[in-house]
């Protein structure tokens, strides 16, 4: 082999290093740092890429994608001195490989003691209660805050969620028998408003029916009085047409008249509780008879001119009886 070809197969060789040391690939979801000289020059995207070979050279190799950050367990204590453990996860992206390559050393280490100052200091102004019920609150400060700190690297902080925050035991169970308490009176509360309740009701329905019971008896007693006054004027209707009939010398108006009292009258003496004996005229004739001779004594007042005639005498019919030896009473 002579000189010639030895030249040609270095100079082959050289060509192949060149090719390797120039072209460059990038994988999708990277971004490569071009330094020359230690120097950075450029980012190279994803794909087929040309350097200066010998000259340039690959710098740092950023993933862009979103990442994950598993923030370790840490305890904190609150603003109202409780002490509690809590961790936390954050998702991060880097926007500028060039920021997050040399602007900040080790940058997952530097990202997490980041999030973790700042979820002492963002749980550490609350206090218990609030740090147990707000927690979209905190994701939110946290968030806020981690990813401003962060910005000027060139990282976007996506998200903060805190995992998991875990109080001391005996913490717990104080909690726990304060929840209880709590529901208790809640309970009790309940109960009496509904008891209240129920009273009001039954005291409204009680004054309901108070006022219709009364309504309805003075409606009762209205129609009573009403059906009082129409018998009243029933009464001394009657009573004024006796009296003028009387007045005209009608002598069968006070024989009505005096029949009627006189039949109203052995009624009630037949009805009351007080009487065991009972003496009256049960005969129809002994009891118009009565009603002849007061006839007679009327025209004798009104003076019609004609003596007044004797009246009949009456027959008694025997009867058995306590009432069977006392004699019969007159009109």
């Known amino acids: 082999m002579g000189g010639m070809d030895i030249a ?44 200066v070979p010998f000259i340039d050279r690959i710098g740092a190799k950023m993933n862009v994608m979103e990442q994950v950050l598993d923030v370790p367990t840490q305890e904190v204590i609150t603003k109202d001195n409780a002490s509690v453990s809590a961790d936390a996860v954050a998702f991060y992206q880097v926007l500028n490989p060039a920021q997050a390559a040399y602007q900040v050393a080790h940058l997952e280490n530097a990202l997490l003691n980041l999030t973790m100052t700042n979820i002492r200091s963002v749980m550490g102004s609350m206090d218990l209660d609030e740090l147990l019920s707000n927690r979209d609150t905190i994701n939110d400060r946290l968030l806020r805050v981690v990813d401003e700190a962060a910005n000027p690297w060139g990282i976007k902080i996506t998200r ?20 209880k308490a709590e529901r208790e009176k809640r309970a009790q509360v309940l109960e009496a408003e509904g008891a209240r309740n129920a009273q009001i009701l039954r005291a409204e329905g009680a004054k309901q029916s108070a006022i219709l019971e009364a309504e309805g008896q003075r409606e009762a007693a209205y129609r009573e009085a009403e059906a009082r006054e129409r018998l009243a004027e029933a009464e001394a209707k009657a009573t004024r047409m006796v009296s003028e009939a009387i007045a005209a010398g009608d002598v069968q108006a006070i024989n009505y008249f005096v029949a009627q009292k006189y039949t109203e009258a052995l009624a009630s003496i037949g009805t009351a509780n007080n009487q065991k004996i009972v003496l009256m005229p049960m005969e129809a004739s ?33 009867r058995t009886g306590p009432a069977a030896n006392s004699s019969e009473p007159t009109s």
Request: hydrophobic share 40%; net charge positive; proline share 9%.
């Open 286 to 318: 002994s009891l118009i008879g009565s009603l002849g001779g007061i006839g007679a004594i009327a025209r004798e007042v009104f003076g019609d001119g004609q003596p007044p005639s004797s009246p009949r005498p009456r027959q008694s019919t025997p």
């Open 160 to 179: 903060v969620e805190i995992k998991d925050i875990a109080p001391p035991t005996d913490l717990v169970e104080a909690m726990a028998r304060q929840m």
């Open 8 to 51: 040609v197969i270095a100079f082959v060789v050289l060509v192949i290093l060149v090719l390797f040391a120039g072209i460059k690939t990038v994988p999708q979801g990277y971004r490569y740092t071009v330094e020359r000289f230690g120097r950075y020059t450029k980012t190279m995207e994803p794909g087929l890429n040309l350097i």
